[in-house]
Nanobody, 127 residues
């Protein structure tokens, strides 16, 4: 049974930093894209960042320069380092993993391309 478990969420003040982790179990994703999405109250789930098997990355414009996605294939884990946090970053953050298309160069930004999802972790940025 495949599981993605996020951790590292919580509350932080504006301008602060936070690091999210997503540990996968049940299969390896070292050859597949993994991504982070978020959903704020009353809004649709939106793309944040994704990383390919080769560590190529894609970011939403709203987080570019502030967030960094990385992966440790030995630990089957993906990370999201978030710096210079803003109130509009407040949301539930979800980790996602693809299983169908290995070795892609540019990772997916479309949530429907991902097959596995974590349960989400709340990030709250207060002023």
């Amino acid at each position: 049974q495949v599981q993605l478990v996020e951790s590292g969420g919580g509350s932080v003040q504006v301008g602060g930093s936070m690091r999210l982790s997503c540990a996968a179990s049940g299969r390896t994703f070292s050859n597949n894209a993994m991504g982070w999405f978020r959903q704020a109250p009353g809004k649709e789930r939106e793309f944040v960042a994704a990383i390919a098997w080769s560590s190529g990355t894609v970011y939403a414009d709203s987080v570019k320069g502030r967030f960094t996605i990385s992966r440790d294939n030995a630990k089957n884990t993906v990370y999201l380092q978030m710096n210079s946090l803003k109130p509009e970053d407040t949301a539930v953050y979800y980790c996602a993993a693809d299983r169908k298309v290995p070795f892609i160069v540019i990772p997916f930004t479309d949530p429907y391309k991902y097959d596995y999802w974590g349960q989400g972790t709340q990030v709250t940025v207060s002023s």
